[in-house]
């Protein structure tokens, strides 16, 4: 389709030979117009929701499983209802965690789903390069999605939010976007900020406690980092709020959630500095009075929920793409359907 | 449709500006038109089992949620039958009852469904008034169908038994019914008398030991209270049996199991006091030596079975009004399907 | 469609009076041309994994109801994707297995089952019996397939590896092939013996240490015993590896897993005695270095994944057969499912 960043070693692993997704592991080694183009693709999908039948036959056929290694319910419920608007069967498989201590013993495992002809796998796990390392190890007929690895990539998180951005800023090259909380441990991060810089985003803004921030971040994702939030989001078009492990408490990364909400939560009035029509968004679930205040949650600048649903239109368009129905007219979704 | 009872709480919930059904939480506040109209539409779904392929469109391409906060296997699946037959993609969430501990959580979970799109949440609760409270907090394109709250109702097997009731002995109004066990913690129960007194059964009679019995029945329910069993079937046309939660036998309740039977189990003997053709019901799953006797149970008056059946029909109309197909022609339904 | 061989209780329980499957309980009782008739179809629905929309209309409609009481994530999974291209609709019941404590209470189950109108029951079982004892108390309307029960038999895995076995190597009767592992406790090596004699091979035999060996199994089974691995494999044409249980270990029937492979594990070396096309089998999850050296496993010989891929059109066809969709043409399916 278009022409990848040279030399990357996920171009070569993620695209065919023609340029096309095979797999969506990372935004990392993306072109621009591979982002565009599932943007473009989404907003096509956007519409499906409005539908009486809420349904294309796309994937209609395709087995497409769910391989959750870290548990989420939330981020497997939207894959599946993505995977059966676009009707494909679903197979959700608990996978337990003990089983993949060994490598052989996953490997056995794709195998096995291999040769019952599943289409599709789409990969969480808490260990950075999962995703990866089961593409590099999958039959030829096979995609995988990476549905969030490690510390390392959330991509089709980092894509529903350019589609939100989108939306409502339209053009990317002019805006100011600020990255508020731990960036250090967040997958979610570094899709958005890959994202944004491919799109053409100029000032990405990171702001964090020195603890949440990785080191060297200025040079290593060309973002300028900010310790205090009233003069990150001075400016900005776009507010993200990252979600705050609970578990991090215990790491000594931050003193309490009292004192981490008083320093870096969102309120009302810490983003008066921010643009009037500055939006609001965040990954969910929302830690209400933590991360942010719930006026700023439920207020007029938010756009979480609108996240979720664009969630669903994203992953639709990302997992078809990689499936391969790559002809698909959406004129005649309603004929092929009935 | 019809009119409701004027100055019902439940009406403006439950019905939308022209009298039709949006949720279904209770049966309390619905008009005999309402019900009868329930009852005429299942009698429509219940020749679908008897065709080669059990489906229709009606809800293709819907989302239907089965939000149990209460562990129910059965409950659960007939819905998911229901909801399958009706063409709907179903998604079973396990909704963690710690999670429910903070009000704020419950919704934001419903919003985040609500964002993906969700067409209907059919929602168990060991709390009375969960289902009121997330259908008054819902978004306005979702329908709540109550398949238990608490102590408080559980309008679908009313309205199942009420179609069973039907089905056997046609006209109410001449009924004698009888409903026995432990009337005290029974949503059960509760739906039932509701619905009979609505249909215009004039002889209901609850027949259990005094301390299952809640204070002042007589008056609030408009029932005849019994404590003796044969006394209580005397003549009934419908004796309908209450499961005897075995987490009662700790609270004191009852003395014990064997001495709950020897006083109100069922065995054919006790029954022949009921009228000749008299019908044996129970909600399922049953207590054999409990609550009856097996010869009761499988025997020729018990319909037991059939309430399974006719569930599948009812919670099928319920369902399809809900979602508002309102338009739905039966005759079209082979050729919309294929 | 054939005769059955006369006088065995199985042909009564499994086949209608036309002589055709109703239930899939075991090989044993069933005709060379019974199975013959499931193999030809399964070869029919072998193309479907290689078209665009891998469905069948065939079972659309029917509800298929895994009531497994033993877990196996592998197994159902097989038979979720098998009923899922039928386009049947599939219920998962997590059995719980106290439940079954008291036959009644899994009567009952039943008996709800069979009134919300499911059509097949797939069932797994630790009983060896268990299957049977269901098919015996359905109802006229419900198939049963044995997914697995006790130690007694496993007849899809057996049917499967028949088809592989035809497929590489055409005619049964002139055959030789080894069963290696352990027998004793082994429902698919049941299955296996019974289906390799019924389809004419002369040459079975089994190779195992004493303890893995039921006793008087030659005249039982009609199989030779060996206890030399090498001296077993000697100009076979095929080469089935058992999964070795590891809670055996505990049972003292073998000394060490170490010990065991030493002894009865599979490798290069050992398989050179066996005829040089032979081919390696195993019924899956392998542990590898115990039952077979990797090299063997993933080498040219091994159809073990094969063996997977055949063991959804096999399964597609027995459940479709016993559904009773006898009347299928193949050269329809695209139209109907459109």
Redesign the interface.
Known sequence: MTCAPPNNPNTALQLDAHGRLRHFLTLDGLSRAHLIDILDRAEGFLGI?R?????VPLC????IANLFFENS??TR??F??AA?RLSA?V?N??VNTSATAKG??LL?TL??L????VDMFVVRHADSGAAHFIARHTAAHVSVINAGDGRHSHPTQGMLDMFTIRQHKGDFTRLKVAIVGDVLHSRVARSQITALTTLGVEDVRIIAPRTLIPAHAEATFGVTVYHDLRAGVRDVDVVIMLRLQRERMDGGFIPSEQEYFRLFGLTEKRLATAKPDAIVMHP???N?GVEMD?RVADGPRSVI??Q??N??AVRMAIMSLCIGAHNFNMNQQDA?D?
């Not at 539908?51 to 349904?55: E, L, P, V, Y």
Request: hydrophobic share 35%; no cysteine.
């Open positions: 929701a539908q009486a039948i809420k349904k209609r056929g395709k087995i319910t939330r419920t939207t599946e209802l059966k069967d197979l498989l608990n052989e013993t056995d195998r096995n291999e040769a019952m002809h969910g679930p929302i209400r719930s929920l609108e979720v649903s969630g669903l092929a009935e």
